[in-house]
């Protein structure tokens, strides 16, 4: 399966973007890139995701490169209510799976 | 406001218990996922349904762990005996009908296991 990699903790300031990266450089032509957070004492909660476009919706925005090896999500101006752990994950498309591996995640830490 | 429901919120047990874990998913969502978090391993997958089929379970202990959807509403898991290091948050997630790489899961807030 391949897998993505994040940095374990960024910080951000209250009001200003926030740039969460991921690399995914094994990536396959049928993975989605998916990204997740997970509120302390909750679970997961969808983001958003996308294939090979850019992608906006209410919450944020997924840029991907255009050799698919790497991800950002963008997070246009960070509340305290954005503080949670963030993944990146694959899910895999081949033979309609959906199966899907969750990293460590990035740790966001937004300050006031 | 559909969400996945998840019962026990929380277990107390002994070591050498049953368990059973419950969940409701949407309704109209046609696959279940079982994970399971802990702070060393963090959120594996465990087994996932489609259609209350067992699609895969590569995840999942097989001598103590089970996992079954008895009918479109229900999704179990089921440990037994329980042993201390089964101690976790169990969560499943629902996801509607069509193709699961490009679909939405919806989690539900977990059951915390804590096994004596």
């Known amino acids: 399966d391949a897998k993505t990699t994040q940095p374990n903790s960024m910080e951000s300031n209250e009001e200003e973007p926030v740039h969460l990266p991921c690399n995914h450089s094994?990536?396959?032509?049928?993975?989605?890139i998916h990204w997740y957070r997970q509120l302390p004492s909750q679970g997961p909660e969808y983001v958003i995701h996308g294939l090979t476009s850019n992608v906006n919706n209410r919450m944020a925005s997924l840029a991907i490169a255009e050799d698919r090896k790497s991800s950002t999500l963008i997070l246009h101006r960070a509340t305290l209510r954005d503080a949670a752990v963030y993944y990146c994950?694959?899910?895999?498309?081949?033979?309609?799976?959906?199966?899907?591996?969750f990293g460590d995640g990035t740790t966001l830490t937004v300050k006031p | 406001d559909a969400r996945v429901t998840q019962t026990p919120r929380h277990k107390v047990t002994e070591m050498g218990q049953e368990v059973t874990m419950r969940c409701q998913p949407i309704l109209g969502h046609n696959t279940v996922f079982w994970y399971r978090q802990t702070m060393m391993q963090g959120l594996e997958l465990l087994a996932y349904f489609r259609n209350r089929a067992p699609l895969d379970d590569s995840g999942m202990p097989k001598d103590r762990f089970s996992a079954e959807m008895p009918d479109a509403t229900l999704a179990t898991l089921k440990i037994q005996p329980s042993e201390p290091r089964d101690s976790a948050v169990y969560f499943c997630?629902?996801?509607?009908?069509?193709?699961?790489?490009?679909?939405?899961?919806?989690f539900g807030a977990g059951t915390r296991l804590s096994v004596l």
């Open positions: 994950i694959l899910r895999d498309d081949r033979a309609n799976a959906g199966k899907s591996t």
């Open positions: 094994t990536i396959s032509g049928t993975d989605y």
């Open positions: 997630a629902s996801v509607p009908e069509g193709r699961l790489a490009k679909n939405i899961q919806y």
